[in-house]
Each structure stands twice: as C-alpha cells, then as structure tokens.
C-alpha cells in the first residue's frame, strides 16, 4: 500500500521556521523524484520545490528560492522541505508527491500558517 505522510506544519510567526517531513512506505522511494507543492484558500496548486531521485538536483519556485532547501534521505525514505524567513503569503497546505514517468503519488498534506 502505498502511502506518503506529511508533518511538521503548523502555526508560526513571521520570520519564523518549520521544517516539514514526508514519510514514504510501499514503493521504491529511491526510484522517485519528490517535490513540494503547497495551496493556499482560493489558489492553484504550486510548485514550491524539487529534488531528482538520489539528490543530486534540486529545484525551486522563485518566490521560495534562498528561504527553502529541500532534502531527502532514502534510507529513511524520506524527504524534508526546511522553511526558513517564513511570510504570510506562504500560508497554505503543503504537499509531498513521489515523481516517476509511469505514475505519481501524493501525500494527504500539511498545513501551514504563517501569521503573528
């Protein structure tokens, strides 16, 4: 059964940090890309950021880009998403999703809220 779990969201002040978790079981996580999605009330869904199946490449949103590093450790078949200079505007549920050509999975999502 395939399953992707999300953790670590919550309320912060701006300024502040989280560090969000995805925690994956029931495929072969190694194999995939993950990346970082994220959408606020009444928004698309968004990109926020990527990382390529071993780690070697990773990929950002501009408006996320030098406040968020993404990182994965595939003996723990997890990928982590540090958030950093947090903004109200990036107030939204953050999602996880595994990346391979022949399908793709997701988690159920994290929220976020950034407010003082």
């Known amino acids: 059964q395939v399953q992707l779990v999300e953790s670590g969201g919550g309320l912060v002040q701006p300024g502040g940090s989280l560090r969000l978790s995805c925690a994956a079981s029931g495929f072969t996580f190694s194999s995939y890309a993950m990346r970082w999605y994220r959408q606020a009330p009444g928004k698309e869904r968004e990109l926020v950021a990527g990382i390529s199946s071993l780690g070697s490449t990773t990929s950002y949103a501009d408006s996320v880009k030098g406040r968020f590093t993404i990182s994965r450790d595939n003996r723990k078949k997890t990928v982590y998403l540090q958030m950093n200079s947090l903004k109200p505007e990036d107030t939204a549920v953050y999602y996880c999703?595994?990346?391979?050509?022949?399908?793709?999975?997701w988690g159920q999502g994290t929220q976020v809220t950034v407010s003082s």
């Open positions: 999703k595994a990346v391979r050509a022949m399908g793709d999975y």
